[in-house]
């Protein structure tokens, strides 16, 4: 899908340069999307509340007299044989250390830079003599094509294993990003930093979509105990998503400051930036990693004491 978006986006690009027409036209076409999208809109409104209708067969059901029988979940406020059960502590104190373990997720999930790289990418294409557009759909492309094999990957290792190992490869990849834009180590217009630092966006976009990237709706789930899973899971991908904004919207503003400003060479910022990225996403991962060896001692241990009750309470 996002490769068939950069390509249709670079095709739309370079139908309206080549035709003094098509641009007086264009206005009408981005009319029409929105109309389209007005409709999309519509339609994921309507699919709301689909949880609510998949529900209502098994609470639809009538005795013999065609009246409905609403079981306990449907109706708490009827009485029930079971014991009231107290409720437990917060999950927020009682999960302290899947909480923070899930945070270091979320910050190894941007702080790797997936954001910055893919902005940067247009740069790097007008290096080479490429259309910015036209880059972005290569690289769009050895997304799909890296995506591929990450079905393969899942079936011989771990959603840890997968995440670990590529988060530290693309953190690799940005410090092998970084080091040929430093202005002490290539000039400007050099092909040769260009080609280095085109490898390591290659590299990294291959460690996300192998691992990164799919492990993470696999990884998060995994942390928590089932009954808190959707708790869990709602955080996590919460602080990734603010901190997925709060790059896009600082990326240019950082480059711009550890620059000297818009006039100054650019690619020091990016540089920096990119060996910023590099760092936090070696020392994140590491934490990472023994923070998920802690919660799965922890719930082996669970496990254990589950057994040993099931065994006591069988004798």
């Not at 978006?5 to 098509?22: F, N, S």
């Not at 708490?76 to 250390?97: F, G, I, Q, T, V």
């Not at 990225?277 to 254990?304: P, W």
């Amino acid at each position: 899908g996002t490769f068939l978006v950069a390509l249709i986006g670079y095709l739309i690009v370079v139908d309206v340069a080549a035709d003094p027409q098509v641009q007086a036209e264009f206005k009408h076409l981005q009319d029409r999307f929105e109309v389209v999208n007005v409709v999309h809109l519509a339609i994921a409104l309507a699919l709301l509340p689909t949880a609510w209708w998949v529900a209502e067969p098994d609470r639809a059901k009538g005795d013999q007299d065609g009246r409905v029988n609403p079981s306990p979940e449907v109706s708490p406020l009827l009485p029930s044989d079971e014991p009231e059960k107290k409720p437990s502590a917060s999950p927020y104190r009682r999960l302290k250390l899947h909480l923070a373990v899930a945070f270091v997720l979320a910050i190894v999930q941007q702080f790797t830079g997936m954001n910055a790289v893919m902005n940067y990418v247009p740069d790097i294409a007008a290096n080479f003599g490429l259309h910015p557009l036209q880059g972005n759909m290569y690289v769009m492309l050895w997304n799909v094509v890296t995506t591929v094999f990450a079905i393969p990957l899942s079936r011989r290792f771990s959603p840890a294993k997968m995440y670990l190992s590529s988060a530290v490869v693309a953190s690799v990849a940005c410090l092998l990003t970084a080091i040929p834009v430093f202005p002490a180590v290539s000039p400007a217009g050099s092909t040769a930093g260009y080609a280095v630092t085109g490898a390591g966006v290659l590299l990294f976009v291959a460690a996300f979509q192998l691992g990164i990237g799919p492990a993470f709706w696999v990884l998060v789930p995994s942390l928590f105990p089932p009954e808190d899973a959707s708790m869990g899971t709602g955080f996590t991908v919460t602080v990734q998503f603010v901190f997925g904004l709060a790059i896009n919207f600082s990326f240019p503003v950082a480059v711009a400051g550890v620059s000297g400003g818009s006039t100054g060479d650019q690619r020091l910022g990016v540089a920096c930036v990119f060996a910023f990225f590099g760092v936090i996403g070696l020392i994140s991962t590491a934490i990472l990693a023994a923070g998920i060896r802690a919660i799965r001692h922890q719930q082996q241990r669970q496990r254990q004491r589950d057994s040993e009750q099931c065994e006591h309470v069988e004798e």
